[in-house]
């Protein structure tokens, strides 16, 4: 006697599994594989994933070989359960593995190691993609940040670079569909770019890119860039954090899924520490 299951449970119980696992059920029949392959399937796969929020976590390990190379490893820790950390496996074929974790975006995550090479690495399936050098001529470094785009239904870079000086601060975008890197437009009004290296990213929030600028009377100010139409834009930020007296620091960041802006320094003799 066989029993058959409605599609609909099939899918509830498919999308509360590991992708690995949905990579294995593939081989299970054509109706598995396309109904695992299907957009709609990811979707549901995707925002049920949601619900239970992942953190990586890296850790330098001494290298064992010649020289002074330091591999480095990578755990997954879950934010909902007190599950054991996970050790992941390195990225294939770079192993021994040095690539520290830039930024993530919808459980893929953006590499780089020191020799200047970039990866982008899907942890729960082991899949990565070397992407294109560029050349950039800040001695200063550069921040990399990756968006998705549902207009043109592509994964896209950011990078910015750091300059101290000099009126341009050029931006860069990598296209995963087009596979090579493209300078874009200086902002109209040229603004200073205020980025610490290693420190900040571009926090990626209802489409567009964002960080932290000033204008020519040196007010903080927050720059945005469309992902999809490629367009600057700027968004004012309140007095309490352009005119804090002896800032140390001024940041913007996404929190619980909103933007911020927030800043520390000392007024009339005390720490402060301002969010908006």
């Known amino acids: 006697m066989e029993i058959h299951f409605p599609e609909e449970i099939i899918v509830d119980i498919l999308i509360r599994l590991h992708v690995s696992s949905l990579l294995r059920f593939k081989c299970a029949s054509k109706f598995w594989k396309t109904l695992i392959s299907d957009q709609y399937f990811k979707a549901k796969h995707y925002n049920y994933a949601k619900n239970n929020k992942k953190i990586l976590i890296t850790g330098l390990i ?5 020289g002074t190379e330091t591999d480095i490893s990578y755990y997954c820790s879950s934010l909902s359960s007190s599950q054991p950390l996970q050790n992941l496996c390195c990225p294939s074929n770079h192993k021994p593995c040095d690539y520290m974790i830039l930024c993530c ?7 780089w190691c020191p020799r200047g090479d970039h990866l982008l690495w ?7 993609v070397q992407l294109p050098n560029h050349e950039t001529r800040s001695l200063f470094g550069s921040t990399y940040e990756l968006g998705y785009d549902s207009i043109s239904d592509d994964y896209k870079i950011l990078m910015v670079e750091h300059m101290s000086n000099g009126p341009e601060r050029p931006t860069k975008i990598l296209a ?4 090579s890197w493209r300078k874009n437009g200086n902002h109209p009004r040229g603004f200073r770019n205020k980025i610490i290296p290693c420190k900040n990213s571009l926090p990626f929030v209802r489409g567009a890119f964002h960080w932290l600028s000033r204008d020519s009377l040196l007010k903080y ?3 945005s860039f469309n992902i999809s139409n490629e367009v600057y834009g700027e968004i004012s930020l309140p007095e309490e954090i352009c005119n804090i007296s002896n800032v140390n620091y001024v940041r913007c960041v996404v929190f619980e899924g909103m933007l911020c802006a927030y800043c520390n320094g000392r007024e009339g003799g005390l720490n402060t520490f301002k969010l908006w």
């Open 176 to 179: 995963l569909k087009s596979g």
């Open 221 to 223: 100010i927050m720059i």
């Open 122 to 128: 899907n942890p729960s399936t082991n899949e990565s």
């Open 105 to 111: 975006c919808d459980g893929l995550a953006l590499l």
């Open 62 to 66: 001494p290298g064992t070989g010649t």
